[in-house]
């Protein structure tokens, strides 16, 4: 009866192998199921444009990608979808996302409460996921500052415009000016060449 469970122990021996190269092999291709590329980690933008969050990825098979959004304001949810598939665009953004099969979304007229974190979590159907994180930046264009400046430099023209005039007077005068003295001097010597003239 020993050589039979010898045979056993060399069977469950080789299962038990089997099964941990097999758990192996599919913990090595879990840790490398996702990759995830964000060529843009931060993006600066003004009040009502249009912003691209792109992203690309690769694994195995057809993956769940989820985008949020994280701010001062609280954290929610943007749109979940799988590519090929219709999207699940949250209520609050429903008009103002487009979804791209490259992972990549498109935010229509940002505001300034558009501001803050967007994180995407791509998802195998293994269950191994990646995440990224892309920091979002919206300013207003602030017209009264360029009213200000726009009045500034008016004035500043105003000013250079007067003072070149006044400059452009002053030079007319000065010419005139020296026209008549030139003009009394040369009497001057003329009337004293006559008289001593007269005096030879």
Same mark, same amino acid.
């Given at each position: 009866?020993?050589?039979?469970?010898?045979?056993?122990?060399?069977?469950?021996?080789?299962?038990?192998?089997?099964?941990?190269?097999?758990?192996?092999?599919?913990?090595?291709?879990?840790?490398?199921?996702?990759?995830?590329?964000?060529?843009?980690?931060?993006?600066?933008?003004?009040?009502?444009?249009?912003?691209?969050?792109?992203?690309?990825?690769?694994?195995?098979?057809?993956?769940?990608?989820?985008?949020?959004?994280?701010?001062?304001?609280?954290?929610?949810?943007?749109?979940?979808?799988?590519?090929?598939?219709?999207?699940?665009?949250?209520?609050?953004?429903?008009?103002?996302?487009?979804?791209?099969?490259?992972?990549?979304?498109?935010?229509?007229?940002?505001?300034?409460?558009?501001?803050?974190?967007?994180?995407?979590?791509?998802?195998?159907? $293994?269950?191994? =996921?990646?995440?990224?994180? *892309?920091? #979002?930046?919206?300013? /207003?264009?602030?017209?009264?500052?360029?009213?200000?400046?726009?009045?500034?430099?008016?004035?500043?023209?105003?000013?250079?415009?007067?003072?070149?005039?006044?400059?452009?007077?002053?030079?007319?005068?000065?010419?005139?000016?020296?026209?008549?003295?030139?003009?009394? $001097?040369?009497? =001057?010597?003329?009337?004293? *060449?006559? #008289?001593?003239?007269? /005096?030879?």
């Amino acid at each position: 009866m020993r050589p039979l469970t010898s045979r056993r122990r060399k069977t469950r021996g080789i299962s038990l192998g089997l099964f941990a190269l097999c758990l192996a092999a599919a913990r090595c291709l879990q840790s490398q199921g996702v990759s995830l590329y964000i060529p843009q980690a931060t993006i600066n933008a003004t009040v009502k444009e249009d912003i691209l969050l792109s992203v690309e990825y690769s694994c195995h098979g057809v993956p769940t990608i989820e985008w949020t959004y994280s701010s001062n304001w609280g954290t929610q949810k943007i749109v979940e979808w799988k590519p090929g598939t219709q999207a699940n665009i949250s209520q609050s953004h429903k008009d103002r996302v487009c979804t791209f099969d490259n992972g990549s979304i498109q935010l229509f007229s940002v505001g300034v409460r558009d501001s803050g974190y967007y994180v995407i979590t791509v998802t195998e159907r $293994l269950g191994s =996921s990646q995440f990224g994180t *892309i920091v #979002l930046h919206v300013s /207003e264009i602030l017209y009264e500052d360029l009213h200000f400046v726009a009045v500034i430099l008016a004035f500043l023209a105003a000013v250079a415009a007067v003072l070149i005039s006044l400059m452009w007077v002053c030079n007319k005068c000065a010419y005139k000016f020296q026209r008549k003295r030139r003009h009394k $001097l040369k009497e =001057s010597t003329t009337e004293e *060449i006559e #008289l001593e003239d007269v /005096e030879c």
